[in-house]
């Protein structure tokens, strides 16, 4: 039987980068003779638009009965103003919740062409191999209660920060395990040093490290500090554990390191299908303009072939042709400086030239 694979799209720049990331996966699949068929749905504001909600069913049908979802981003400005759950990102919240998607790895690593891209010198970034691994499925993002009410003072919004012991076990267990394969070291931030539910956070973590992974060295961050340190001296760190809230700025940061947010990609694991998607949103500004960066995208394809399908080799082909692409010199916008020997191409070019390196 086939690996299937559900295909989202999303918004803004979504369907370029998906086009791409497409086409890349079906070429590396051919050439290891592995059998995939994949099929795309409607998501997000491109559901919405059409007078869906930001999931339609057929869409949550399609990636129940698939082995991998492959994910655009989600997002579109004309929502700015709408409360969160009419949001089109919504669509994505309700994926990792229903599939129980509670790992989020965020692998921060430079590609060697591109270090020159990063904001940080190059002394600094050199050697960085970070895994961010993300609670996705518990603390503020979903939370009862939750919402909009009103006092004497007047309106007011809130949200709940509360994790089960079951809930940061299980996280941090992903954590050590992906440690055991790398540097055995886990760096986990919190906020032990202002809430209750971060230390019942720290105090678990490193349980489960004292009765099950003693071979792994833990330490803990205060998030605050840890945000400094990643660019600071970003080369410390080997698995970095947050919850879902600290876990998604602190990757944002991580990503700006290797250059560009366009770079990276993400793995959702967990209970039900494992989602694949660029950690960069739909970025309205350049969307239509064969202007965006299609590489987080096609990266995150690569992970779904070596978490989801369990071929690594097929994850590490596509990775090192767009390595290989990047030494050649082909850059979109985002992480072009303007060198000798760069060729500045748009989405499609990018996305072609990472197809012929394959
Ligand atoms: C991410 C995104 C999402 C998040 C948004 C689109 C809800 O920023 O995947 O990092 O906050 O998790
Ligand atoms: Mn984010």
Redesign the pocket.
Known sequence: MAFKIAVLPGDGIGPEITAGAVAVMAAAAKKFKFGISHESALAAASAVDKGLPPLPDPTFKLCKESNAILCGP??DPRWDNAPPKDRP?RA??ILRKEFDLFANLRPVQPIKALIDASPLKRELIEGVDILVVRELTGGLYFAEPRGYAEDAKGKYAFNTLRYHVWEIERVAKAAFEAARLRGKRVCSADKANALESMQLWRETVQRIRDTQYTDITLTHMYVDNCAMQLVAKPRQFDVLLAENLFG?VL?DIGAELTGSLGMLPSASLGTGTPLFEP?H?SAPDISGKDKANPCAMILSAALMFTHAAKRPDIGKCIEDAVSKTLAQGYRTGDIARGSTGEKLVGCRAMSDAILAAL
Do not use: R
Request: net charge negative.
């Open positions: 989600f997002g990102e994505k919240l998604d990757s950690v949103g």
